[in-house]
């Protein structure tokens, strides 16, 4: 049977609107020709002349977080400790490799205003609608509409997010690996601010990240093309970066679809 994969990673590239002011990556292209007297200094009596067409490689130098482009957040973002303080949060090279290729599920919250908190009754209420029943270790996509917006002036402020109940009601199901197209998890940090300048509620901060303290899961943010996704019926492979100690590594997620 053919297999369809559709690519739900996001470039990392040099664009100023990808995250927060200051905090987007920037990726420095060295060319063939830059690179050609780096070759031959391996060679003695070797002349960029004698290469091919005078030409080296071509290097790319990237400056950037664990937490620019599309990538997994490990437990350990969220707080030091998890299980309610019980044990040591994971670290992103902690992640059990079977999280990272099941079946997934998508949430399609893309009719919601931007910083809408998400709570547990719409999540229910959005399975029911697409007649799918949870199971441990499904990955769920949460489809908001800052996705066909990536890129582009806007998109931190861009969708709703996942609160505290919301992201329990899928943990306590045994979910463990969940992604967004939008910045965050949560609801956007401009729309939040806004929220507590009416209320300083400080249960309000991140509280769909810190429910992590509670019980671990690993969350994807800045996805691609979810919007192309079916509601079920398809795989998710996710596998990040191994980096030592981290709180996140960056994700090549694809979907896989029969």
């Avoid at 200094?41 to 937490?67: M, N, Q, R, V």
Wanted: proline share 7%; charged share 25%; glycine share 8%.
């Amino acid at each position: 049977m053919t297999k369809r994969f559709i690519d739900l990673s996001v470039h990392i590239e040099n664009n100023e609107h990808t995250d927060h002011p200051g905090a987007s990556p920037r990726v420095t292209y060295i060319t063939h020709q830059e690179t050609a007297e780096m070759l031959s200094g391996f060679f003695p009596g070797l002349k960029k002349d004698d290469l091919p067409d005078g030409e080296g490689w071509a290097i790319e130098k990237l400056e950037l977080s664990t937490h620019n482009g599309t990538h997994m957040d490990a437990p350990w973002h969220y707080h030091s400790t998890t299980n309610e303080g019980k044990t040591r949060a994971q670290f992103i090279d902690e992640i059990p490799l079977d999280y990272c290729l099941r079946p997934g599920v998508k949430l399609d919250f893309r009719h919601l205003p931007d910083g809408h908190v998400v709570s547990a009754a719409e999540v229910e209420d959005e399975l029911a609608r697409i007649g799918h029943e949870l199971k441990p270790l499904d990955i769920v996509l949460v489809n908001t509409s800052a996705g066909t917006v990536f890129g582009q002036p806007g998109y931190v402020d861009k969708g709703c997010g996942m609160g505290r109940q919301a992201t329990l009601y899928l943990t306590e199901r045994g979910i463990r690996v969940v992604g967004t197209d939008a910045w965050s998890w949560d609801a956007p940090f401009n729309l939040t601010a806004k929220r507590w300048e009416k209320t300083p509620d400080p249960s309000i901060i991140w509280e769909g990240h810190k429910a992590g303290r509670e019980i671990p899961y690993w969350q994807m943010e800045k996805l691609g093309n979810l919007e192309t996704l079916p509601p079920d019926g398809f795989a998710v492979a996710c596998f990040p970066v191994k980096i030592r100690n981290a709180s996140a590594g960056w994700v090549r997620a694809v979907a896989i679809l029969d």
